[in-house]
């Protein structure tokens, strides 16, 4: 999803919109995995105890307050690095069958270079964390990056804009299946490209902030694409025949309704999902950048009187590298807009959106979550799902997030309730009339964390974190309520009678 600009404007309160939908009542298939999740530099806290290095959201946070819309920074956050036990009896009670984390790198090489031990403090927060989930019976799905570069890594080189990048995550990677291989089964390399490229050294909106459209994203997105493949590789090499796992990465998309039958805007809709999706999605899956994507950004640049693409070139080799590394094809889902041609922007403006060159809206019609920028319309669920399966050649997928905020926190959260059940309801439409192969759910997120940008504004979770005490409890929502239902359950009906084998 991401941060779509730096407007912030607060409506207030979310509205709690009903759903006229029918909902789907089978049961979820006997093999479906059903989750929560979250991320270690949104909930740990603990920014600089037992070794843990300077990450570039302390830096982004901590020295620009006021780029964060309540000043706040993750210095604290949930606290989990103290209180992860009562998280892990949490998410016990919830009755899931696996929890999202991600290991913070610069917990385990402070510097994010290789060094000859890694901080044992650090490696000890994740074995405990890992062990007791494995042995309450909750499989760790567990993300080697979810935004959280070290610091060192930035200042020293440019993080992700540098080629150096590629073997220094690789040799964390290893360090990572070397140290917990044998509790871990599913692996996701990295997560959102699209918010760590487009955001982080395209538009700049993320940390580390660097404005450069429509080059610095396009840069990170091939160094992204090949640290990617670097670890898949050394996982496939090193590691499959003892542990057995799986591993891949997380792309996440918006889908992108066109806004009539025409084929210009059915084009608009495909060229949107292309450059979204599909700019990740197209070498890992299929080999190569996405034609419409190579096109275009190679056709703007010569107008501009570039003599080269701004998007690099990915060589043969490359291009074999990157191709067929993953195990399972993973989403992470918010929201839906619709789109419609629109004319040539001026070859002039770089950036991301120009590229793209479509019409891309929020209907008024749809109801907004979070800030405003955030609308619900749950077929876009079920739709990109389609979509995924008929551009990829129908994978196993994973939907690793989904889920809604808003600002007020409130414990009678039943726009939650409404938004999962509708978002779900299409996930079971799309496995048992479409044939997609789901075969696991995540919802974004367990409970209340330091949101990036929006900081403690936007409120995420099932459980309410209080971020004025110091003991930061953690509160059920109803929502917490109903996910247990179904996770307990397997079904959406409200009357388990009425499921449907
Ligand atoms: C990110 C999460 C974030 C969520 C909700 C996703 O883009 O992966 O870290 O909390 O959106 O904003």
Known sequence: MGFKSVLLVTLGSLLSFCSTAKVNKHFFPPNFKIGVANAAAQIEGAWNEDGKGETIW?????????????????????????KWREDVEMVKEMGVDHYRLSIAWARIYPDGYKTEEPNARGVAYYKNLLRSLRALGIEPMVTLYHWDLPQKLQDDFGGWLSPKIVDIFADYARTCFELFGDEVNWWITINEPKQICEAGYGSGGYAPGVFSPGVGNYKCAKNVLLAHAKAYHIYDKEFRKKNQGKVAIVIDSNWFEPASAKPEDKEASE?????????????VFNGDWPAVVKERVAQRSKQAGLKESRLPALTKEEIKLIKGTYDFLCINHYTSHKVSAWYEPPVTDTSFGADIGVNDWMPKEWPKGGEGWFSVWAPGMRKLLNWLKDTYNNPEIVITENGLSDNTGTLEDDHRINYYRDYLSNCLDAIYIDNVNLTGYTAWSILDDWEWRTGYHSLIGMYKVDFNDPNRARIPKKSAAYFTQIAKNRCLAENPAECIH
Request: hydrophobic fraction near 30%.
């Open 58 to 82: 302390d830096r982004f946070a901590m020295s620009h307050p006021d780029w964060i819309f309540d000043h706040s920074s993750p210095q604290v956050a949930a606290d989990s690095y103290h």
């Open 271 to 283: 060229r949107s999902l292309q450059f979204t999706y599909g700019l990740y999605g197209n070498p």
